[in-house]
């Protein structure tokens, strides 16, 4: 019987965590543009990537990192690119690109104070709705808040494994504290991990359809270097990949990309509950706040307060089924954020005033403290 490896202890910070995510979960290719506080994840990868027969580029700007993290896809090779505010504006529209064209990726965006250059170097959570709606026009999208460095390694894994599975980019939605925490960490062995590949045709190519409905929603995925050449657009296309203006097709392609994400809501939708069962006044957060909520949860309790924490780890889709019995349960839910409300309002629709809603915000570049929801929680 072969030996298990021990693990040893490691300690890293948010940023390396996602490195090691990536190459673990079979990221062999990043094309990126440095930018504070995402340095770091291009830094490392143009080390590591040529280790493991990978491809490393910098390139000119965030508009081309993208469109070349898309090419590489195409060609088979599972793809990311690393970056922050600034850098993620530019990236938009081939974001967008990637949607419609069912391009599989992870991008990469350490979120800091804003808009334009704003503050570098400081924590923001500035970007969630961005995340959400940057890419003009109706499209579905995946974004997932890491709030730990274990939590970078192991939602990393979890992009690359999404985006496969449903041929879709997939954002990771992290923040300057979560970035440049470090924290001693065991990671899993790497045969330990589940690793998905992207489904790929079985038949040959001239048979092949590459936008074809299935009962999942999501076609296999033909790679150009096997001979599977075949059309590829940004606009609106049919089951060939050919551009249309056929309501009849229309239609059901576009009901086809949010169908190969809502009919498996179950499987994307990740929340953490932390003393929430007898829960009076909920806690909902998500990122570097999270940690500060846990901690202001157990000092509250330790004064009576019956309180709880709802961490988000997916933000969008938005997992309203598991959060609505919780807002019928409590007298009061706080959500705390480093921007001026954006998760609250998601919260705010799906309340539909059930309960009330309080907002705890910071937008001065400063972490909110344990100390700070605390003692909102004491307040009410």
Same mark, same amino acid.
């Given at each position: 019987?072969?030996?298990?490896?021990?693990?040893?202890?490691?300690?890293?910070?948010?940023?390396?965590?996602?490195?090691?995510?990536?190459?673990?979960?079979?990221?062999?290719?990043?094309?990126?543009?440095?930018?504070?506080?995402?340095?770091?994840?291009?830094?490392?990868?143009?080390?590591?990537?040529?280790?493991?027969?990978?491809?490393?580029?910098?390139?000119?700007?965030?508009?081309?990192?993208?469109?070349?993290?898309?090419?590489?896809?195409?060609?088979?090779?599972?793809?990311?690119?690393?970056?922050?505010?600034?850098?993620?504006?530019?990236?938009?529209?081939?974001?967008?690109?990637?949607?419609?064209?069912?391009?599989?990726?992870?991008?990469?965006?350490?979120?800091?104070?804003?808009?334009?250059?704003?503050?570098?170097?400081?924590?923001?959570?500035?970007?969630?709705?961005?995340?959400?709606?940057?890419?003009?026009? %109706?499209?579905? $999208?995946? =974004?997932? !808040?890491?709030? &730990? #460095?274990?939590? /970078?390694?192991?939602?990393? +894994?979890?992009?690359?494994?999404?985006?496969?599975?449903?041929?879709?980019?997939?954002?990771?939605?992290?923040?300057?504290?979560?970035?440049?925490?470090?924290?001693?960490?065991?990671?899993?062995?790497?045969?330990?991990?589940?690793?998905?590949?992207?489904?790929?045709?079985?038949?040959?190519?001239?048979?092949?359809?590459?936008?074809?409905?299935?009962?999942?929603?999501?076609?296999?995925?033909?790679?150009?270097?096997?001979?599977?050449?075949?059309?590829?657009?940004?606009?609106?296309?049919?089951?060939?990949?050919?551009?249309?203006?056929?309501?009849?097709?229309?239609?059901?392609?576009?009901?086809?990309?949010?169908?190969?994400?809502?009919?498996?809501?179950?499987?994307?939708?990740?929340?953490?509950?932390?003393?929430?069962? %007898?829960?009076? $006044?909920? =806690?909902? !957060?998500?990122? &570097? #706040?999270?940690? /500060?909520?846990?901690?202001? +949860?157990?000092?509250?309790?330790?004064?009576?307060?019956?309180?709880?924490?709802?961490?988000?780890?997916?933000?969008?889709?938005?997992?309203?089924?598991?959060?609505?019995?919780?807002?019928?349960?409590?007298?009061?839910?706080?959500?705390?954020?480093?921007?001026?409300?954006?998760?609250?309002?998601?919260?705010?629709?799906?309340?539909?005033?059930?309960?009330?809603?309080?907002?705890?915000?910071?937008?001065?570049?400063?972490?909110?403290?344990?100390?700070?929801?605390?003692?909102?929680?004491?307040?009410?």
């Amino acid at each position: 019987m072969a030996r298990r490896r021990k693990k040893r202890p490691q300690l890293l910070q948010g940023n390396e965590a996602i490195v090691e995510g990536a190459l673990v979960a079979g990221c062999r290719f990043f094309a990126g543009y440095p930018i504070t506080p995402a340095s770091e994840i291009s830094e490392i990868l143009a080390y590591r990537l040529p280790q493991v027969e990978g491809t490393f580029i910098q390139m000119e700007d965030e508009i081309a990192s993208l469109g070349a993290v898309i090419g590489a896809s195409l060609a088979g090779v599972k793809s990311m690119t690393a970056t922050s505010g600034p850098g993620f504006s530019l990236m938009q529209e081939n974001l967008g690109f990637a949607c419609v064209a069912e391009v599989p990726c992870v991008v990469v965006n350490v979120m800091r104070g804003g808009p334009s250059t704003g503050l570098p170097t400081n924590p923001s959570q500035g970007d969630v709705m961005q995340a959400r709606w940057g890419t003009h026009g %109706d499209h579905p $999208i995946i =974004v997932l !808040a890491p709030s &730990s #460095v274990q939590d /970078s390694f192991d939602l990393t +894994v979890k992009a690359f494994n999404f985006s496969e599975r449903y041929r879709t980019p997939v954002i990771v939605l992290s923040d300057e504290v979560v970035a440049h925490t470090r924290e001693t960490v065991l990671l899993p062995d790497p045969e330990e991990i589940e690793v998905l590949e992207r489904i790929t045709p079985s038949m040959p190519p001239e048979w092949y359809i590459p936008y074809e409905d299935t009962s999942r929603g999501v076609p296999p995925m033909g790679i150009f270097g096997d001979g599977y050449r075949y059309h590829v657009t940004g606009l609106i296309h049919d089951i060939r990949g050919f551009p249309t203006a056929r309501a009849d097709e229309i239609e059901p392609f576009m009901g086809r990309l949010f169908r190969k994400i809502s009919q498996h809501f179950h499987d994307i939708q990740i929340v953490n509950q932390f003393m929430t069962e %007898d829960a009076e $006044i909920l =806690v909902i !957060a998500y990122g &570097s #706040v999270a940690r /500060s909520a846990r901690r202001a +949860v157990l000092d509250a309790r330790g004064k009576g307060v019956k309180a709880g924490l709802f961490q988000l780890v997916t933000l969008f889709p938005f997992p309203r089924r598991d959060l609505e019995p919780f807002l019928r349960q409590v007298r009061a839910v706080l959500v705390p954020e480093m921007n001026m409300g954006q998760i609250s309002r998601e919260v705010k629709r799906v309340n539909e005033g059930t309960t009330r809603v309080l907002t705890l915000n910071r937008i001065d570049g400063r972490m909110i403290t344990p100390q700070e929801i605390y003692e909102r929680l004491i307040k009410e």
